[in-house]
């Protein structure tokens, strides 16, 4: 078994807790634990897990790096005229264009083992990524509009293969694992969770909410298929 501190501000504790929801179950059924504390400045997770879970908590130490954090960094630099919805999907958009690269490199850049302070790695190990979102962002017009955003995620869309399923407001995976990595954009969102998973084709399983369908018409035609 491996002893892993995860540590964040008290202000972004969200991101903590989301690691123990993902692994606590798992963790206690191979035989380790997990306590979490709310300090009065940090928030301290600490684990005892086996090796393999240590190589899945990395994985989702990236998910945080590379969604959260990546979104509030556009949050504060994207600079165009679109409605807050619109803007989260931007977002989610950017995010899944280059998620996989993304989640490489901060890979690559986490300590072998130990304590991860997750405000820390970013600050301190992740400059170059966000050199690269910076010039990203250089690209995005100010004038970018509703129909700018509708043809990159049109794009987006027919540069993807991959399947997803919609069924009574949830988003699930290809094995049918469910989708929450919204959550680290603030709130569980369908719309949010199915362009942030980079689907090319959306399976929806019985009726669908009438403001969803409406999304999906627009942002994904016939690639979203209603059964």
């Known amino acids: 078994m491996e002893e892993i501190v995860i540590t964040e501000r008290k202000e972004k504790s969200s991101y903590v ?3 123990y929801n993902a692994l606590m179950n798992e963790i206690v059924r191979c035989g380790g634990k997990g306590e979490l504390f709310f300090g ?11 090796p393999a879970l240590e190589k899945q908590l990395k994985h989702i130490l990236a998910e945080i790096l590379g969604i959260g954090y990546k979104y509030e960094f556009l949050r504060e630099n994207l600079r165009v005229s679109l409605s807050k919805r619109e803007m989260k999907l ?18 690559r850049k986490l300590p072998a083992s130990g304590e991860y302070a997750l405000d820390g790695i970013y600050a301190f190990r992740l400059a170059a990524l966000r050199e690269k979102w910076t010039h990203i962002l250089s690209y995005i017009p100010g004038g970018f509009s509703s129909v700018d955003l509708r043809q990159f995620c049109e794009f987006l ?12 407001g949830a988003v699930f995976g290809e094995n049918f694992t469910r989708l929450s990595r919204s959550r680290l954009m ?4 369908p719309e949010t969770e199915i362009i942030l998973s980079d ?28 059964s």
């Open 17 to 19: 807790t989301y690691i």
């Open 40 to 50: 009065e400045e940090r928030t301290v997770l600490r684990l005892l897990l086996s």
């Open 90 to 107: 931007l977002s989610a958009a950017l995010i899944a264009a280059d998620f996989e690269g993304d989640k490489a490199f901060i890979l």
């Open 157 to 168: 869309v027919g540069e993807s293969r991959h399947k997803i399923y919609l069924k009574d």
């Open 186 to 189: 603030g709130e569980e969102n």
């Open 199 to 226: 689907a090319g084709y959306v399976y929806c399983l019985g009726e669908v909410e009438a403001s969803l369908c409406d999304f999906l018409q627009k942002y994904f035609a016939e690639r979203a298929i209603f």
